[in-house]
């Protein structure tokens, strides 16, 4: 039993990456409807960032920062060069998403061929584990449950009290009632773009210093699970998407301990084929699959 | 009572100007050469058949749809190119037929998103002034508007447009998808109530005899054209109004005032 509740302990700490990764995801696809599978792809990015930045002598944390500014930047750039060119042709959902989908191989396989596909080890020296009951942890785990959680603060708070937050959840919500309001949607879509960017860095750089691992392809062995965690959240909403990053984090590594540590995939779309099941609409996150304009 | 768009002398100056606009999809022209007047205290309401381009129109001059021809002006200042974002600042306020709220907001953001373009330091006193017209929605400030009912769904989605203060009121068919009696509260005690205070009002509205009941002047859209116009008591009293309705079109001779 006592390895049950430590496999609750890992999951709040496996869902620290996820979480940071699915409020990305979410607010990116609620307010530009572009279902982005490059995402992994810019979480890789993030990942190798955090590595270069502490190889070079930056301290993690503030690496982990820098790596979600540039991975932040990047994602921009992506949205405002590559995927402009498409919806200006009139691009829709399923079309923006095979064009991710190539952002991202060009991504991967240009990390691939630099790196030679290998995999880099970042090392954070040998620490002391706390216990609190049969949960261990790590001081540099329990920092990454505090990064999440502290973002996820941050976040929510921004998107409730500011002026600013508010009009990004009402642009998700209606762009068209939006602009009849005075906002300037573009401009919050570009903000939704860094913001996003910025997170799926961040998810990038926490799960690299979690697994201590690295390669052209970090991003994907996390991505599963930040869609899932984003969609069973309902598209959109921030808070959704934490809870169901917790669920999904707390879930496969109970799976992991039962001797199923192969299947956290399996386990993430069977979550989502079961929540869909409950609750069909969670895809629509609020009037999402009512808009039939992309927005870049 | 006219065929064209002139108007008589005995209107206030006029808002809203509209002057020969046609409005469209693509290279499809829905709105043919239309044009309308509204005045301080007004309330305006076009009508006609489904099809007409009411919607269209109304859409045309709050900047959703390119101007194919024609010019909108309104407190003399040409609105022909501005953005759709924009004409708020200008003061055109529009309330949408459907996803006129946003749901997942609460009652109070509903109403600071309708203030975007307002400081913060005069939300609160307009804040104050809206929901003193409308008194029953400061009761439920924290609710999500996807909660409220139909009737106070359309009230919450006035008061959004109010808050900018502006100058022209637009209203896409405010009973739409409500039941009668809340209906005729909504046409008989909020949009007659806005008109009091000083409101100019442009209405597309469906539920006719109710609608010219409370509006001052009337235009009749047919096929994408103003059909006629005229005060709302004299267009109440038009006995071939439904057949101009379901005339495809075709002309009516001048009624004369």
């Given at each position: 039993m006592d390895l049950y509740i430590e496999g609750i302990g890992f999951g709040i700490i496996a869902a620290a990456s996820i979480m940071l990764g699915a409020m990305g995801f979410t607010l990116q696809f609620g307010l530009t409807n572009v279902l982005n599978i490059g995402y992994g792809a810019l979480m890789t990015f993030g990942a190798f960032a955090t590595y270069l930045l502490h190889v070079w002598g930056v301290n993690v944390w503030e690496a982990v920062i820098i790596g979600g500014v540039a991975t932040s930047l990047l994602t921009l750039l992506v949205a405002k060069t590559v995927l402009t060119v498409y919806v200006r042709k009139g691009a829709a959902l399923f079309e923006m998403a095979m064009i991710t989908f190539g952002v991202a191989l060009i991504l991967e396989n240009g990390l691939a061929a630099i790196t030679?596909?290998?995999?880099?080890?970042?090392?954070?020296?040998?620490?002391?584990?706390?216990?609190?009951?049969?949960?261990?942890?790590?001081?540099?785990?329990?920092?990454?449950?505090?990064?999440?959680?502290?973002?996820?603060?941050?976040?929510?708070?921004?998107?409730?009290?500011?002026?600013?937050?508010?009009?990004?959840?009402?642009?998700?919500?209606?762009?068209?009632?939006?602009?009849?309001?005075?906002?300037?949607?573009?401009?919050?879509?570009?903000?939704?773009?860094?913001?996003?960017?910025?997170?799926?860095?961040?998810?990038?750089?926490?799960?690299?210093?979690?697994?201590?691992?690295?390669?052209?392809?970090?991003?994907?062995?996390?991505?599963?699970?930040?869609?899932?965690?984003?969609?069973?959240?309902?598209?959109?909403?921030?808070?959704?998407?934490?809870?169901?990053?917790?669920?999904?984090?707390?879930?496969?590594?109970?799976?992991?301990?039962?001797?199923?540590?192969?299947?956290?995939?399996?386990?993430?779309?069977?979550?989502?084929?079961?929540?869909?099941?409950?609750?069909?609409?969670?895809?629509?996150?609020?009037?999402?699959?009512?808009?039939?304009?992309?927005?870049? | 009572m006219t065929t064209g768009n002139s108007a008589p002398a005995d209107r206030p100056t006029p808002t809203l100007v509209v002057e020969g606009v046609s409005f469209g999809y693509g290279s499809l022209k829905i709105v043919d050469q239309a044009s309308l007047q509204v005045g301080q205290g007004e309330i305006v309401v076009l009508i006609g058949p489904n099809g007409a381009g009411k919607s269209?129109?109304?859409?045309?001059?709050?900047?959703?749809?390119?101007?194919?021809?024609?010019?909108?002006?309104?407190?003399?200042?040409?609105?022909?190119?501005?953005?759709?974002?924009?004409?708020?600042r200008h003061g055109v306020g529009y309330v949408p037929q459907l996803r006129d709220v946003f749901p997942t907001l609460s009652v109070s953001e509903n109403l600071e998103m309708g203030a975007y373009i307002l400081s913060k330091t005069s939300l609160k006193s307009r804040t104050d002034q809206v929901l003193e017209?409308?008194?029953?929605?400061?009761?439920?400030?924290?609710?999500?508007?996807?909660?409220?009912?139909?009737?106070?769904?359309?009230?919450?989605?006035?008061?959004?447009?109010?808050?900018?203060?502006?100058?022209?009121?637009?209203?896409?068919?405010?009973?739409?998808?409500?039941?009668?009696?809340?209906?005729?509260?909504?046409?008989?005690?909020?949009?007659?109530?806005?008109?009091?205070?000083?409101?100019?009002?442009?209405?597309?509205?469906?539920?006719?005899?109710?609608?010219?009941?409370?509006?001052?002047?009337?235009?009749?859209?047919?096929?994408?054209?103003?059909?006629?116009?005229?005060?709302?008591?004299?267009?109440?009293?038009?006995?071939?109004?439904g057949s101009l309705f379901f005339s495809g079109g075709a002309p009516v001779p001048p009624a004369g005032n």
């Open positions: 030679h596909s290998n995999t880099y080890i970042l090392s954070m020296g040998l620490e002391h584990a706390h216990t609190i009951g049969p949960i261990r942890f790590t001081s540099t785990q329990l920092v990454l449950v505090i990064i999440a959680a502290g973002v996820f603060i941050l976040l929510d708070s921004f998107l409730h009290i500011t002026k600013v937050g508010k009009a990004l959840r009402a642009t998700a919500v209606d762009p068209d009632l939006a602009r009849t309001c005075g906002i300037a949607t573009n401009r919050i879509v570009t903000v939704a773009w860094l913001m996003s960017g910025f997170l799926c860095g961040l998810a990038g750089g926490v799960f690299t210093i979690d697994i201590f691992t690295v390669n052209a392809f970090t991003g994907d062995s996390l991505m599963p699970l930040v869609i899932v965690a984003a969609l069973m959240g309902k598209a959109g909403s921030v808070r959704g998407a934490v809870l169901a990053s917790l669920v999904l984090g707390i879930v496969t590594q109970v799976v992991s301990i039962a001797g199923a540590s192969s299947y956290d995939s399996v386990v993430a779309y069977g979550a989502l084929a079961v929540a869909l099941l409950a609750n069909p609409k969670l895809l629509q996150g609020g009037l999402v699959a009512e808009r039939v304009q992309i927005t870049v | 269209t129109l109304v859409k045309g001059i709050n900047g959703q749809l390119p101007l194919l021809e024609g010019k909108l002006a309104l407190n003399g200042i040409d609105l022909s190119r501005t953005l759709p974002q924009a004409r708020i017209v409308f008194p029953v929605l400061a009761a439920m400030r924290h609710r999500k508007a996807g909660s409220l009912s139909g009737g106070e769904r359309k009230m919450l989605a006035i008061a959004r447009a109010l808050m900018a203060e502006p100058s022209v009121l637009i209203l896409d068919e405010p009973t739409s998808n409500l039941a009668p009696n809340i209906a005729a509260r909504v046409i008989n005690e909020v949009v007659a109530g806005l008109a009091s205070t000083g409101q100019a009002v442009l209405m597309i509205e469906q539920r006719v005899e109710m609608a010219l009941a409370v509006a001052t002047w009337g235009y009749v859209l047919v096929q994408g054209q103003v059909r006629l116009a005229g005060a709302a008591s004299k267009l109440r009293e038009t006995s071939d109004l």
